[in-house]
T-cell receptor, first 112, second 109 residues
Framework: NAGVTQTPKFRVLKTGQSMTLLCAQDMNHEYMYWYRQDPGMGLRLIHYSVGEGTTAKGEIPDGYNVSRLKKQNFLLGLESAAPSQTSVYFC???????????FGPGTRLTVL | GQNIDQPTEMTATEGAIVQINCTYQ??????LFWYQQHAGEAPTFLSYNVLDGLEEKGRFSSFLSRSKGYSYLLLKELQMKDSASYLC??????????WGAGTKLIIKP
């Protein structure tokens, strides 16, 4: 079992460019989450999904979109990247909302 | 607003005991998690408390007092590999995790 994987691991974008981050899990988890982690701050929830075909906004959804077309995959899109989106992005998954979340290795994104 | 407070950084000596505190003010409470995060890596689960009291798991223990909005993580027999950040997170009334900024623990020989 690979657990939770994220692609890519590193990326540098120019302001205004778009990109998609891919999260995949092989644990048959229903719930999936996208967070960002910035220095001196706790993890902040961007968007989440409680099952295939569903998505919901988290604490900081602006500037991001998501899709969950397949149960095992959760995609995070940045349509027009801004320097404020420079961060480390983590994907997580879990069976249910009171269960332990398992995290992917993270994507380090720099927007110039 | 919702708030989780933890010390920013702590230093301890190899072989000693350290207690990392976490206080929280959230809209509802459905449990409290502790995660460990080594530099440049993903958070990994350490413990979960939903009822008051102490949960022990090997060298690590976690305590919860819901009436005080308080938890601590106790690490015994510290090892160099315990140098990491320790994240406190509370599951709120919407079953979303609210995260503290983390406590960076530095272990000295």
């Amino acid at each position: 079992n690979a657990g939770v994987t994220q692609t890519p691991k590193f990326r540098v974008l120019k302001t205004g460019q778009s990109m998609t981050l891919l999260c995949a899990q092989d644990m048959n988890h229903e719930y999936m989450y996208w967070y960002r982690q910035d220095p001196g701050m706790g993890l902040r929830l961007i968007h989440y999904s409680v099952g295939e075909g569903t998505t919901a906004k988290g604490e900081i959804p602006d500037g991001y979109n998501v899709s969950r077309l397949k149960k095992q995959n959760f995609l995070l899109g940045l349509e027009s990247a801004a320097p404020s989106q420079t961060s480390v992005y983590f994907c997580a998954s879990t069976f249910g909302d009171t269960d332990t979340q398992y995290f992917g290795p993270g994507t380090r994104l720099t927007v110039l | 607003g919702q708030n989780i407070d933890q010390p920013t950084e702590m230093t301890a000596t190899e072989g000693a005991i350290v207690q990392i505190n976490c206080t929280y003010q959230t809209s509802g409470f459905n449990g409290l998690f502790w995660y460990q995060q080594h530099a440049g890596e993903a958070p990994t689960f350490l413990s979960y408390n939903v009822l008051d009291g102490l949960e022990e798991k090997g060298r690590f223990s976690s305590f919860l007092s819901r009436s005080k909005g308080y938890s601590y993580l106790l690490l015994k027999e510290l090892q160099m590999k315990d140098s990491a950040s320790y994240l406190c997170a509370v599951l709120d009334s919407n079953y979303q995790l609210i995260w503290g900024a983390g406590t960076k623990l530095i272990i000295k020989p």
